[in-house]
Structure formats: structure tokens, C-alpha cells
């Protein structure tokens, strides 16, 4: 099975962009990571090609899936028989937002 060309837009530290990196790596399928951050050039592609500003955004085989998650990348990976299923575990959390977009819990407070 031929690997497929993937270019990964994605933030250095992020939850979403660790899921996508994670999929990629439990299928041994090597990838373009373009960070979205350090390099504006980078992010101005990402915009133009997905047509939107959210990330992560993953290019395969020259078709754009935008503003997607690890879990989103692996069942599109599937879905088109580019990848086969295997047991491996991925070696992070591959539907987790950024630590900053994670909900605190806060305290409730009732007025009597």
C-alpha cells in the first residue's frame, strides 16, 4: 500500500495538533508538519487552502480536512483505505482541545 502525501498545519503545542501528530505516528506515516505559529507564511497557506482559520487543518493526497481532530484524521484515513487498522494505542490523547481550551470546573454559588 503506497503512503499517502500528508502536509499537517499545526500549532507546536496543542491538544488538537498533538491528536493529529499521534494518529500519524501509529500508522508510521510520514508528514510535512508546517507549524502555524512560528512561521505566518505557514498559516497564511493553511487559510488560503482550507478557506478558514481554525487548526489543525491536514492535507492528504492534495485534499483538505479542515479544522480537524486525531480521531477525525484516523476515521478519514480509514474511511478512504489509505491506512489499515491496526491495535496500536496512539502515544497521546487524540480528541483533546489545547490546555487553554480545556473548561475549569468552577464553584457554584446559590443565593438564598
Request: proline fraction near 11%; hydrophobic fraction near 30%; charge should be neutral.
Amino acid at each position: 500500500m503506497q503512503k499517502p502525501k500528508i502536509i499537517a498545519y499545526l500549532k507546536p503545542t496543542c491538544g488538537w495538533s498533538n491528536g493529529v501528530r499521534a494518529v500519524l505516528r501509529k500508522y508510521d506515516l510520514p508528514y510535512e508538519d508546517r507549524d502555524i505559529i512560528n512561521d505566518p507564511s505557514q498559516r497564511q497557506e493553511m487559510i488560503e487552502k482550507s478557506g478558514q482559520m481554525l487548526s489543525p487543518c491536514v492535507e492528504v493526497n492534495g485534499r483538505m480536512i479542515p479544522d480537524v481532530s486525531g480521531e477525525e484524521v484516523e476515521a478519514y484515513l480509514l474511511a478512504n483505505n489509505l491506512v489499515q487498522p491496526n491495535e496500536r494505542k496512539p502515544d497521546a490523547p487524540i480528541n483533546q482541545p489545547c490546555a487553554h481550551e480545556i473548561p475549569q470546573p468552577s464553584a457554584l454559588q446559590f443565593k438564598r
